[in-house]
């Protein structure tokens, strides 16, 4: 990635490393990671998901902001995440343009160990 390397000293750059070769994720494209952006809830789950196998949902959503046509990794993460008790939304929504704060995050990450 353009915007992280070695000689940029980020703390980050072998767990960026790891996370793509383990295909967590691919970066945001044109060659870059974004390492200073913040994820939206949509974005985070899949990471989860990913390391957890991408196992496949054995339902369908539950909540009304989450639908066909979005696309299929992140839907299925989040149906994934729902059936295995990690995230319960918010009143029926997922809400997947929010951003994942560091409190969903540490919420998140025992619920999917």
């Known amino acids: 990635f353009t915007d992280v390397s070695p ?4 703390d980050y750059y072998n767990a ?3 996370a793509v070769e383990n295909n ?3 970066g ?3 060659g870059t990671f974004s390492p200073n952006a913040s994820c939206t809830r949509a974005q985070a789950v899949p990471f989860l998901w990913r390391v957890n196998g991408k196992p496949a949902p054995e339902g369908d959503t539950i909540f009304y902001d989450v639908g066909p046509d979005m696309l299929p990794d992140f839907r299925n993460a989040i149906i994934w995440a729902t059936e295995y008790g990690i995230t319960h939304g918010t009143n029926e929504a997922f809400l997947p343009n929010d951003t ?3 409190a969903h995050i540490v919420t998140f990450l025992p ?3």
């Open 16 to 18: 960026i490393l790891w």
């Open 100 to 102: 994942c704060t560091r």
């Open 28 to 30: 945001m494209g044109a």
């Open 24 to 26: 967590i994720t691919n």
């Open 111 to 113: 619920r999917a160990a």
């Open 7 to 10: 000689a940029m000293g980020s």
